[in-house]
């Protein structure tokens, strides 16, 4: 062979070597923006996803805090009619038990948006601001003592849990 023919073939290789290199620079560009793609999609679903986390913690927030108002209600209805029968009459025990039974409801009202807030279910931050200063009167009030002792016995340990968490938080 001749100098001329490994000149050809050089220049042969040569080109199908940057033929090559283009296609893989396009192929290498197209992968990167398929890849683009898919993130900035991704990117999309996270933050759709997190809206939706948003809207269901909203919503499970708002359920709690149907559900302590509904309770307190209650509550304020039982003290309405125990205070309407004196303690002497027929049916005294009957209104009394249907008041403690309301106080019961409200406190599991409580307790459970208590829970809901130790195991994270809810916005903490949120949850603390709303409810710091009715839980801290609820389980200072003198009159409940008895629903929240003895404490390892209390059938309200989120309430209790909760209030000692805050309260060891402020000093």
């Known amino acids: 062979m001749t100098n001329e023919h490994f000149n050809f073939i050089t220049i042969g290789m040569s080109v199908l070597a940057l033929l ?10 197209n992968a990167n923006k398929n890849a683009e793609t898919a993130n900035t999609n991704a990117q999309k679903a996270i933050d759709m996803q997190k809206t939706a986390l948003n809207l269901q913690e909203a919503a499970f927030e708002s359920e709690i805090a149907n559900t302590i108002a509904t309770a307190t209600k209650e509550v304020r209805e039982a003290v309405l009619a125990l205070s ?3 303690d002497s009459a027929p049916n005294y025990p009957i ?24 195991e994270s279910k809810l916005n903490k931050d949120t949850f603390k601001k709303t409810y710091h200063v009715p839980i801290r009167t609820l389980f200072e ?9 003895p404490v390892d016995t209390s059938k309200y340990p989120s309430i209790i849990a909760v209030y000692r968490e805050w309260e060891t938080s402020q000093r």
């Open 84 to 86: 309407n029968v004196h």
């Open 141 to 149: 009030d003198k009159d409940l003592q008895h629903f929240f002792s």
């Open 95 to 118: 209104v009394y038990k249907n008041f403690t039974s309301a106080q019961e409801v409200w406190l599991n009202a409580h307790d459970q948006a208590c829970m809901s807030y130790r």
């Open 20 to 29: 090559v290199s283009a296609y893989s620079a396009f192929q290498y560009r």
